[in-house]
């Protein structure tokens, strides 16, 4: 359950959690965990608003970097370039940790050993107390007195807990007299820690939320969940899994909580794309629907993510048609759900998987293409390697034409040039034969069901000429072409690819409000 719309917690400090850092521009909004609780999604600062009395709220979750302790991401960067880490940012985020650093954070390797390979990287030797000091130039000290004082205000009408992903070196400040300037270490605060490596799961995966549910314990009912990360806050969605030749299928079921009519699946782009999308895109689309009164079904891909093969050496008998199939098993499966009516959304290399799977599954109401190829797929990439190669290269780009030729003839390829391998690989050919026998003008004549086509006017992966060549191929289609969005679907100052940078790598940027508007109205026009 959530809580109900302008009720309130009160505090007698409502600025004591306003976060000084720059607030992302994704706006607040609530979302119902998988546990059953209430999740307060709070970019730009955690003063709650909710009716203890209407809801019955017990229990408060807190995160700890961004909710109690401010941090400035640059600032950590900055911290572990002095100690000698060459590229801090291939390691680091704002929300989640990569590679060894999301190994520490997991439980799954000690300080000590952190401590070894961040000497490794660093090409000499590093102290723990180097290492603990790095970490801590991710927070702005010292922690809020103000809002210190406020947890203990609310401590005297709620059971206050923490749930982070952290690490042992930031807690072995943050559990010592040196956290508060009064001396009291973060366990004075509150009821009980849960913390990453020491469970040895982390957020967003549902594991931690039920462990925490379990230990505590508490009732998910009567408890609000205060996170700043979307992508964590989208843990609190419904899981659900498809049974399939390969294995399972796992997605994320966004329901409204009043209930909805209409469901729509969010088709993934090509590559090893997660549900969330590469910058959490599909995330704050489906989010953006849920406003609007739309359900939405979010998946990993068969050898992606949470759908990975028991066998890794399976993804490279993959076929464009098991992807295809797949999507329509999806619409299949939520035709026998609570819905009415059911919207195939396909992003780039999805809107060919949407129009083929909508001619599989009569149960499907519409499709929606958001910056889907409009020629074949040996077109376009010549295009995108003749932008790349020529005039310099035309040697390679002569021969990576006669490779797509082969493979658009049924034919392997047993060898290629190493600059071309990446693309070309063995364990590639398979996917690339299936997918070049599709031309997306054809499939989407076949479609008998409303269509809409969304393009970006500074798309340079996928042109708006693309969205002409399938508005022309199906006249009864719908197009849109919206201003200044990038393949991302999210807006950027303009066309080059400098001036994307921030579309293609930042996940708090929202999706464009353009998109969810022409989204959200075609599917309400249906």
Same mark, same amino acid.
């Given at each position: 359950?959530?809580?109900?719309?302008?009720?309130?917690?009160?505090?007698?400090?409502?600025?004591?959690?306003?976060?000084?850092?720059?607030?992302?521009?994704?706006?607040?909004?609530?979302?119902?965990?998988?546990?059953?609780?209430?999740?307060?999604?709070?970019?730009?600062?955690?003063?709650?608003?909710?009716?203890?009395?209407?809801?019955?709220?017990?229990?408060?979750?807190?995160?700890?970097?961004?909710?109690?302790?401010?941090?400035?991401?640059?600032?950590?960067?900055?911290?572990?370039?002095?100690?000698?880490?060459?590229?801090?940012?291939?390691?680091?985020?704002?929300?989640?940790?990569?590679?060894?650093?999301?190994?520490?954070?997991?439980?799954?390797?000690?300080?000590?050993?952190?401590?070894?390979?961040?000497?490794?990287?660093?090409?000499?030797?590093?102290?723990?107390?180097?290492?603990?000091?790095?970490?801590?130039?991710?927070?702005?000290?010292?922690?809020?007195?103000?809002?210190?004082?406020?947890?203990?205000?609310?401590?005297?009408?709620?059971?206050?807990?923490?749930?982070?992903?952290?690490?042992?070196?930031?807690?072995?400040?943050?559990?010592?007299?040196?956290?508060?300037?009064?001396?009291?270490?973060?366990?004075?605060?509150?009821?009980?820690?849960?913390?990453?490596?020491?469970?040895?799961?982390?957020?967003?995966?549902?594991?931690?939320?039920?462990?925490?549910?379990?230990?505590?314990?508490?009732?998910?009912?009567?408890?609000?969940?205060?996170?700043?990360?979307?992508?964590?806050?989208?843990?609190?969605?419904?899981?659900?899994?498809?049974?399939?030749?390969?294995?399972?299928?796992?997605?994320?079921?966004?329901?409204?909580?009043?209930?909805?009519?209409?469901?729509?699946?969010?088709?993934?782009?090509?590559?090893?794309?997660?549900?969330?999308?590469?910058?959490?895109?599909?995330?704050?689309? %489906?989010?953006? &629907?849920?406003?609007?009164? @739309?359900?939405? *079904?979010? +998946? $990993?891909? #068969?050898?992606?993510?949470?759908?990975?093969?028991?066998?890794?050496?399976?993804?490279?008998?993959?076929?464009?048609?098991?992807?295809?199939?797949?999507?329509?098993?999806?619409?299949?499966?939520?035709?026998?759900?609570?819905?009415?009516?059911?919207?195939?959304?396909?992003?780039?290399?999805?809107?060919?998987?949407?129009?083929?799977?909508?001619?599989?599954?009569?149960?499907?109401?519409?499709?929606?293409?958001?910056?889907?190829?409009?020629?074949?797929?040996?077109?376009?990439?010549?295009?995108?390697?003749?932008?790349?190669?020529?005039?310099?290269?035309?040697?390679?780009?002569?021969?990576?034409?006669?490779?797509?030729?082969?493979?658009?003839?049924?034919?392997?390829?047993?060898?290629?040039?190493?600059?071309?391998?990446?693309?070309? %690989?063995?364990? &590639?050919?398979?996917?690339? @034969?299936?997918? *070049?026998? +599709? $031309?997306? #003008?054809?499939?989407?004549?076949?479609?008998?069901?409303?269509?809409?086509?969304?393009?970006?006017?500074?798309?340079?992966?996928?042109?708006?000429?693309?969205?002409?060549?399938?508005?022309?191929?199906?006249?009864?289609?719908?197009?849109?072409?919206?201003?200044?969005?990038?393949?991302?679907?999210?807006?950027?100052?303009?066309?080059?690819?400098?001036?994307?940078?921030?579309?293609?790598?930042?996940?708090?940027?929202?999706?464009?409000?353009?998109?969810?508007?022409?989204?959200?109205?075609?599917?309400?026009?249906?």
């Amino acid at each position: 359950i959530r809580p109900p719309v302008g009720g309130r917690i009160r505090l007698r400090r409502p600025d004591a959690f306003r976060v000084r850092r720059p607030a992302p521009i994704v706006r607040a909004s609530e979302h119902a965990p998988a546990c059953g609780g209430a999740f307060a999604y709070l970019p730009e600062f955690a003063y709650i608003r909710f009716s203890k009395k209407r809801i019955m709220i017990k229990n408060l979750v807190f995160d700890f970097g961004g909710i109690i302790a401010d941090f400035e991401f640059s600032r950590a960067l900055a911290a572990f370039e002095r100690v000698g880490l060459k590229n801090p940012a291939e390691y680091l985020d704002s929300y989640h940790q990569r590679g060894f650093f999301r190994e520490l954070e997991s439980g799954r390797i000690g300080a000590d050993e952190f401590v070894r390979r961040l000497g490794e990287c660093a090409g000499r030797e590093v102290s723990y107390a180097e290492a603990r000091e790095a970490w801590l130039g991710f927070f702005l000290l010292p922690v809020s007195l103000e809002r210190l004082a406020c947890l203990e205000e609310l401590r005297r009408d709620y059971r206050l807990y923490v749930l982070s992903n952290t690490n042992p070196f930031v807690m072995d400040w943050a559990r010592s007299s040196e956290f508060s300037p009064t001396g009291k270490p973060l366990d004075a605060y509150f009821d009980k820690l849960f913390l990453s490596y020491e469970m040895k799961c982390m957020k967003p995966d549902r594991a931690i939320f039920d462990r925490m549910a379990a230990e505590a314990p508490l009732v998910p009912a009567e408890t609000l969940f205060i996170d700043d990360s979307a992508a964590n806050a989208a843990a609190g969605e419904k899981s659900v899994s498809l049974e399939r030749n390969f294995g399972t299928l796992y997605g994320t079921l966004l329901t409204p909580d009043e209930g909805a009519e209409t469901v729509a699946v969010l088709i993934a782009g090509s590559g090893p794309t997660p549900r969330n999308g590469n910058t959490n895109n599909y995330l704050y689309l %489906a989010q953006e &629907l849920e406003k609007a009164g @739309i359900a939405t *079904l979010r +998946y $990993d891909k #068969r050898g992606i993510g949470s759908s990975k093969f028991d066998d890794p050496d399976k993804m490279a008998d993959a076929t464009l048609d098991d992807f295809i199939g797949d999507s329509a098993a999806w619409a299949e499966y939520l035709s026998r759900q609570d819905f009415r009516r059911i919207v195939l959304i396909g992003h780039s290399e999805g809107a060919l998987i949407a129009f083929c799977a909508a001619q599989q599954c009569p149960e499907v109401d519409a499709v929606i293409s958001l910056a889907g190829a409009g020629y074949p797929l040996d077109e376009i990439l010549q295009l995108q390697l003749a932008a790349q190669l020529a005039p310099t290269h035309m040697e390679l780009l002569m021969q990576a034409r006669a490779i797509t030729a082969a493979l658009k003839r049924g034919e392997r390829v047993e060898s290629c040039p190493p600059e071309l391998t990446p693309l070309f %690989a063995p364990p &590639l050919q398979t996917f690339w @034969i299936s997918s *070049l026998s +599709y $031309d997306p #003008r054809e499939e989407i004549r076949k479609v008998r069901v409303p269509v809409l086509i969304v393009n970006g006017d500074i798309d340079f992966q996928v042109t708006p000429d693309n969205a002409d060549a399938l508005a022309k191929a199906q006249p009864r289609s719908r197009k849109t072409i919206i201003e200044g969005m990038t393949h991302t679907l999210k807006k950027a100052s303009g066309p080059t690819r400098t001036e994307q940078i921030a579309a293609y790598t930042d996940d708090t940027l929202p999706v464009a409000p353009e998109l969810v508007a022409a989204v959200t109205g075609f599917i309400e026009g249906l």
